[in-house]
């Protein structure tokens, strides 16, 4: 692991060396670059002689930081600092869940060097689309009052939802307009996902302008698609659209 220094944190980071393009792995709010998505893809890029980025973004697994002091646009601002310090040439950019709208905020910064993009149960604007709709009046005041409150998290710890986090998600959107990818770009989204409907991922194929747009519903995954099985769809999947050597 090895670390480079961003608005005075240190961000962790690991890089597989290998032929390009580089896939970049983008973990999900509050999870890290050790996740089972992660290792998978890790493990199947050496045996495919292909170099492999994983990062943590400020406030996450190995690097510095409180989470509840980030937000969308200091996340994205994170991986385009390890990308851009550690990688050169094309990319594949795999973003799980909240690391699907860093990955399409990444995009409009390096569609230059995009190979290809995968989003797993990407959640794009869900900080307006999910969180701000279901706020409690008890939740709008303590966001007033105190600037953040607290929820259950299915994954671990309760998950700190603070002001900033809010407003600078409606500060950073892209359903409201066209996606300018031009690469291919895969979509896959389980249908018992709990946490982000799966119809997201047929919005976010209509707003992306490639016409090499494939959207894969797993009628039985859920929000992780973790299985054995689905590691499997995933590493298949980036196979598929590796360019040839």
């Given at each position: 692991?090895?670390?480079?220094?961003?608005a005075?944190?240190?961000?962790?980071?690991a890089?597989?060396?290998?032929?390009a393009?580089?896939?970049v792995?983008?973990?999900?709010?509050?999870?890290?670059m050790r996740g089972?998505k992660?290792?998978?893809?890790r493990?199947?890029?050496?045996?495919?002689?292909?170099?492999m980025?994983?990062l943590?973004?400020?406030g996450?697994?190995?690097?510095?930081?409180?989470?509840?002091?980030?937000?969308?646009?200091?996340?994205?601002?994170?991986?385009?600092?390890?990308?851009?310090?550690?990688t050169?040439g094309?990319l594949?950019?795999v973003?799980?869940?909240?690391?699907?709208?860093?990955g399409?905020?990444?995009?409009?910064r390096?569609?230059?060097?995009?190979?290809?993009?995968v989003?797993?149960?990407?959640?794009?604007?869900?900080?307006?689309t999910?969180?701000?709709?279901?706020?409690?009046a008890?939740?709008?005041?303590?966001?007033?009052?105190?600037?953040?409150?607290?929820?259950?998290?299915?994954y671990?710890?309760k998950?700190p939802?603070?002001?900033?986090l809010i407003d600078?998600?409606?500060?950073?959107?892209?359903?409201?307009?066209?996606?300018?990818?031009?690469c291919?770009?895969?979509?896959?989204?389980g249908?018992?996902?709990t946490?982000v409907p799966?119809q997201t991922?047929?919005?976010?194929?209509e707003?992306i302008?490639s016409?090499?747009v494939?959207?894969?519903?797993i009628?039985?995954?859920?929000?992780r698609?973790s299985?054995?099985?689905?590691?499997?769809?995933?590493?298949g999947?980036?196979a598929?659209?590796?360019?040839?050597?």
């Amino acid at each position: 692991m090895r670390r480079i220094e961003r608005a005075g944190r240190r961000l962790a980071y690991a890089l597989d060396a290998g032929r390009a393009p580089t896939i970049v792995f983008l973990p999900g709010l509050r999870s890290d670059m050790r996740g089972a998505k992660a290792l998978a893809l890790r493990e199947a890029a050496a045996a495919w002689g292909v170099a492999m980025l994983r990062l943590d973004y400020a406030g996450h697994g190995a690097s510095d930081g409180r989470f509840e002091d980030g937000c969308i646009g200091d996340w994205a601002a994170d991986a385009l600092a390890v990308i851009e310090a550690t990688t050169a040439g094309r990319l594949i950019l795999v973003g799980s869940s909240m690391g699907g709208w860093i990955g399409l905020l990444l995009a409009r910064r390096l569609s230059h060097r995009l190979a290809g993009f995968v989003g797993i149960a990407a959640a794009p604007d869900f900080t307006e689309t999910m969180i701000r709709p279901a706020l409690t009046a008890a939740q709008r005041q303590a966001l007033e009052r105190d600037g953040r409150f607290e929820v259950p998290n299915a994954y671990g710890d309760k998950l700190p939802i603070t002001r900033r986090l809010i407003d600078d998600g409606a500060r950073n959107l892209v359903l409201g307009t066209s996606i300018p990818l031009a690469c291919p770009v895969r979509l896959l989204q389980g249908q018992q996902d709990t946490d982000v409907p799966w119809q997201t991922a047929l919005t976010l194929a209509e707003r992306i302008e490639s016409p090499d747009v494939q959207v894969v519903l797993i009628k039985d995954g859920d929000h992780r698609l973790s299985r054995e099985a689905d590691l499997a769809l995933l590493t298949g999947t980036l196979a598929a659209i590796l360019p040839a050597t």
